[in-house]
Nanobody, 114 residues
Framework: VQLQASGGGLVQAGGSLRLSCAAS????????MAWHRQIPGKQREWVAT???????FYADSVEGRFTISRDNAKNTVYLQMNSLKPEDTAVYYC?????????WGKGTQVTVSS
């Protein structure tokens, strides 16, 4: 299983970005996909999860500002990020969990300027 994230960039505070993460390979129909983020020197932080049935879960820090969604036909998960804050600056990683294994993609940098 391979994951490819894209959509990061530089945005001003209050702006929006949409991240995408496409999975390829042997993808099970029953899987969960998630976004995490990491600031250099700090532990990776969970951001949001979406189940194969579309149930969503969010970290308190992004609840109400970020929306996770998925397109099962494309094996792709999205993260719509609105009202961005400088503290959202991080490398964002997607992952896919299935059959007891977790797969990670390379990150995409999100930088929010004040």
């Amino acid at each position: 299983v391979q994951l490819q994230a894209s959509g990061g960039g530089l945005v001003q505070a209050g702006g929006s970005l949409r991240l995408s993460c496409a999975a390829s390979g042997s993808i099970d129909s029953n899987n969960g996909m998630a976004w995490h983020r990491q600031i250099p020197g700090k532990q990776r932080e969970w951001v949001a999860t979406i189940s194969s049935t579309g149930r969503t879960f969010y970290a308190d820090s992004v609840e109400g500002r970020f929306t996770i969604s998925r397109d099962n036909a494309k094996n792709t998960v999205y993260l719509q990020m609105n009202s961005l804050k400088p503290e959202d600056t991080a490398v964002y990683y997607c992952n896919l969990a299935q059959r007891g294994a977790v797969y990670w993609g390379k990150g995409t940098q999100v930088t929010v300027s004040s």
